[in-house]
């Protein structure tokens, strides 16, 4: 791929607004979450998963930022993954109805992933090495149980939600997405960020940048960190912002947030950021598009 002469409007900023919206959201959003206790992951866990997202999302966007001022920027990219089906999730998860729905999809979510787990670490380690960790095995066989039970009732949920899905499977994100309205978001950041996240080629061709055609190629060169920089950047921002929009619009902070001094201090990096445009997944120079004399 050729040598970028200009990275667009995407590199003035971003990173200094970025961190000003990390900071209004410390300011603002973390103490509006709720007060929870270890009872809560039984007794309200649709809750918590909410304020652990708000949590994660915010400490995603301050990890970006770190990462782009040691210049390793390209290093955000995997983390715009779990931010886009966490906004996709919530927003299913508030539609369902009768609410209490949301509960039981995601206990019973958490019942199954734990039983997973735990059963993968048993198979890797052995039986005496996760004795040794301090897991009884009366606990291993216990979750072993438990996950059949969660399938069990996952099935029931599935038909009672008409899922699109196998008996005891959870949907797809992409299903998921489709039943949100969220299917051509989903495609665009799945497509950007899967080859991020595993084995590509097409990745490690992208990584590599010369000036010429036959000039020498540069892995992870400027370009394609500060790129993949820009593109985390903006998109964890925009994702956040939604995700933060749903839970305001179901009353998940309670009536009176935001204040206005919180909505102005959120909004201010964020539309300064907005007002850069969307960062694309592919750029002409990647092709070898636009290439001037000197190739």
């Not at 990275?7 to 900023?13: D, H, I, Q, V, Y």
């Not at 199954?112 to 198979?123: C, K, M, N, P, Y």
């Not at 964020?270 to 070898?288: D, W």
Request: hydrophobic share 45%; net charge negative.
């Amino acid at each position: 791929m050729t040598e970028i002469d200009d990275l667009g409007p995407w590199n003035t900023g971003l990173v200094a607004n970025v961190e000003r919206l990390v900071d209004a959201a410390d300011k603002h959003i973390l103490p509006a979450l709720p007060t929870l206790r270890l009872k809560d992951a039984e007794d309200r866990p649709f809750t918590l998963i909410t304020a652990a997202i708000a949590e994660r999302q915010i400490s995603a966007l301050r990890g970006a930022t770190i990462l782009a001022r040691h210049g390793i920027g390209h290093l955000t990219l995997p983390l715009t993954r779990p931010a886009c089906e966490e906004r996709i999730w919530l927003d299913y998860l508030f539609s369902l109805d009768p609410p209490r729905m949301r509960d039981a999809v995601v206990r019973v979510m958490v019942s199954l992933e734990s039983s997973h787990l735990i059963g993968a670490q048993q198979q890797y380690m052995g039986g005496k090495q996760m004795r040794k960790l301090g897991f009884p095995k009366s606990f291993v066989n216990g979750q072993a149980a438990a996950g059949r039970s969660a399938k069990t009732i996952l099935g029931v949920i599935g038909q009672q939600l008409a899922w699109d899905a196998d008996t005891g499977r959870v949907p797809s994100t992409g299903w998921v997405a489709a039943k949100v309205g969220q299917s051509k978001l989903y495609d665009f950041l799945y497509s950007a960020t899967s080859r991020g996240v595993h084995f590509s080629p097409t990745e490690y061709t992208r990584s590599g940048w010369t000036v010429t055609l036959d000039g020498p190629v540069e892995f992870l060169g400027d370009n394609f960190v500060n790129y993949r920089e820009m593109f985390g950047l903006y998109w964890l921002c925009a994702l956040f912002g939604e995700t933060i929009a749903l839970m305001v619009r179901n009353g998940f902070f309670g009536e009176d947030f935001p204040s206005a001094d919180a909505l102005s201090e959120l909004m201010a990096p964020t539309k300064a950021i907005q007002a850069l445009g969307q960062v694309p997944i592919a750029l002409p120079h990647e092709f070898n598009l636009g290439m001037d004399s000197r190739a």
